[in-house]
């Protein structure tokens, strides 16, 4: 087989299956900011499959130059701490795939993926997965699995969670879960319905769709004292 | 304006030095933001390459504070390479066989475009202190005539570093719908207080030239080289990097084993910036540069929007690269991103890069690998976006 010296976007290369259950996730023509976009293999894949107004943000220069290379709009920046100066509610779609685990402030960066965007779309390994508590529980030792290969001392997840975790947490942020789904280690979909206690023990990764909840009807007198 | 004077396009008397001259007439006069007239205003140029049918594949480069309109030819005063030989050519990302490419000398400046050296028309002499003080937005306004005359309407792009990053920005502010795509290296949406005192040692060290006389010396037939030489040691500094100054002269002595216990040029860093401020004078006129250097100085894009630098690029549809370089002190990382949030406030597309490199604010004029990559590859989406033929079909023909 012989490979492009050049390769053009889009041709004959494989979609990353967690890729495309993101992608799944977001409506045609709508604008997407992707958090942690890397080599701008997503961002290519919603432009060609959802022709989105789609911008990026990438920590490594590497990643930035592929990208821009390949006339994507990105940013050099950090999830951490340069999200607090995008406009509010200037995309449809805030993405955060595989990244959440790695910034230093989780919490933060979602509750700035769920002002930027009314929607959030955000992807994570789940440490609640049945091999990693098996890994802890059986060998005592630190879990290093496909999705999670780094040795502890190495590894750039300092922010791990579990799905019930992640939960939890969208619910304190005032947003819901529009839709959700767990991957295997291949990042193929896990097709059960099941309660997420299940999804928990047998998804390697999830991912969620979030929608802000809407604003709480306030009465005039109320407001006046805000 | 249907009845104004035609622009007349003229080769100098010395073409070879100035390029390619046009001469505005009295009535299409230059009228500048401190209240002043240019008139008549003449732009010397260069462009590379050949403008398409649709006369959709136009490039403007807007020079740095003491570059010139020779971007890419041999520079006629000093025989090396145009200041951007690294990026514009055949094959290279500012591609002279796809892209007709401009660059002019700034208003203010000393290589045949109307500046404080030029012949003031009322007095016969040279204008000297009594040319108006030009702002970037001035020199934007000039280089928008020059378009004009050109017989194009909108610029694919419009690419500079440093105070040619300015004019960028102003370009986009002042002509959204003139600008396809912009190109902003190694510059600020205004000087710092810092930057400002740097200029304002160069200036003084200008006007504390006996030679300078008040600004008249060309009346005198002398020209206040010692002072503008300092000037421009001084600023050289400021274009280099420490680690850079370091690896490339440490404490070394120059052709000499032990230090002469004198005020001769013992160490080879104040060798290497005699040399550079001696070098200068000879390309440039002393009153150009405190003209230039004030025009940055008044460089403030927000405080023309209410104080809101996204303001300045609301609703623009004009797709930006901007570019900085992680040694550079002068026009630090930091002044680049306050662009970057101001453009993705107001929604404008925009892709960011800082480069790693230890060569300092002169960074964008060296030759770079990553930042000629990402100048490549951000041309060509942009010309794709254009519906200009890829390089590779270029190539091809």
Redesign the interface.
């Known amino acids: 087989m012989n490979a492009p010296s050049f390769p053009r976007s889009g041709q004959s290369r494989p979609v990353r299956l967690d890729l495309a259950a993101v992608a799944a996730m977001v409506a045609p023509g709508s604008r997407v900011l992707d958090v942690g976009c890397g080599d701008g293999a997503l961002l290519q894949l919603l432009a060609e499959t959802k022709s989105v107004d789609g911008r990026g943000v990438e920590l490594s220069q590497r990643g930035v130059n592929d990208c821009v290379a390949k006339g994507l709009s990105v940013i050099q920046g950090d999830a951490d701490t340069d999200l607090a100066d995008y406009p509010t509610d200037g995309f449809d779609y805030v993405i955060l795939s595989q990244t959440l685990q790695a910034t230093h402030h989780p919490r933060q960066v979602l509750v700035d993926m769920l002002r930027i965007g009314r929607r959030a779309i955000v992807s994570f390994p789940n440490f609640g997965h049945w091999k990693v508590r098996l890994s802890l529980l059986a060998k005592g030792r630190m879990p290093q699995t496909t999705t999670l290969a780094h040795a502890w001392y190495e590894t750039p997840n300092i922010h791990l969670c579990t799905i019930r975790d992640f939960v939890d947490l969208v619910e304190e942020l005032g947003a819901h879960i529009e839709r959700g789904v767990a991957l295997d280690h291949s990042g193929a979909p896990i097709r059960v319905n099941a309660p997420w206690w299940v999804w928990n023990l047998l998804g390697a990764q999830a991912i969620f769709l979030l929608e802000r909840d809407a604003p709480k009807k306030i009465s005039p007198s109320t407001a006046k004292n805000t | 304006m249907a009845n104004a004077l035609p622009a007349i396009e003229t080769l100098s008397s010395s073409d070879a030095l100035n390029g390619r001259i046009v001469e505005f007439p009295v009535d299409r006069p230059l009228i500048t933001d401190g209240g002043g007239c240019v008139t008549p205003l003449t732009i010397a140029y260069q462009t590379y390459g050949e403008l398409n049918a649709e006369r959709s594949n136009a490039i403007l480069l807007c020079h740095a504070l003491t570059g010139d309109q020779h971007a890419a030819n041999m520079h006629p005063l000093t025989g090396k390479p145009g200041w951007w030989d690294v990026m514009v050519g055949p094959g290279k990302p500012f591609d002279t066989e796809r892209f007709f490419i401009v660059c002019s000398n700034v208003v203010g400046g000393c290589l045949g475009t109307s500046g404080p050296s030029s012949i003031n028309p009322a007095t016969g002499q040279a204008y000297g202190l009594g040319f108006p003080v030009v702002t970037i937005r001035d020199m934007v306004r000039a280089q928008a005539m020059l378009i004009d005359h050109l017989g194009v309407d909108q610029l694919f792009c419009v690419a500079g570093g440093s105070m040619g990053g300015m004019q960028v920005l102003q370009w986009a502010a002042s002509y959204p719908e003139r600008v396809f795509s912009a190109m902003p290296i190694a510059t600020a949406p205004k000087h710092s207080s810092q930057n400002i005192a740097f200029h304002e040692v160069g200036r003084q060290a200008v006007m504390a030239d006996p030679d300078w006389r008040g600004g008249r010396y060309l009346e005198f037939g002398v020209r206040p080289e010692k002072g503008l030489a300092v000037a421009r040691m001084a600023a050289h500094i400021t274009y280099l990097s420490e680690p850079a100054l370091q690896r490339k002269f440490g404490r070394k002595l120059q052709d000499r084993a032990a230090p002469t216990f004198s005020f001769d040029a013992d160490f080879q860093i104040e060798n290497y910036l005699r040399y550079q401020g001696m070098a200068f004078v000879d390309r440039f006129d002393a009153n150009s540069y405190l003209y230039v250097t004030r025009a940055c100085d008044y460089f403030d894009l927000a405080a023309d929007y209410g104080g809101s630098l996204a303001q300045a690029f609301k609703g623009a549809k004009t797709?930006y690269?901007v570019v900085s370089f992680n040694s550079d002190w002068l026009y630090p990382t930091s002044a680049s991103r306050a662009i970057?949030?101001a453009l993705?406030?107001s929604?404008a597309?925009?892709?960011?890069?800082?480069?790693?490199s230890d060569k300092g604010h002169d960074a964008f004029l060296v030759y770079e690998p990553?930042f000629i990559?990402?100048t490549?590859?951000?041309l060509?989406?942009?010309a794709?976006?254009r519906g200009l033929p890829r390089a590779?079909e270029t190539r091809a023909k």
Do not use: K, L, P, Q
């Open positions: 797709r690269c970057v949030h993705n406030a929604g597309s925009v892709s960011f890069v800082e480069i790693d990553d990559a990402t490549r590859g951000f060509e989406a942009a794709t976006a590779s």
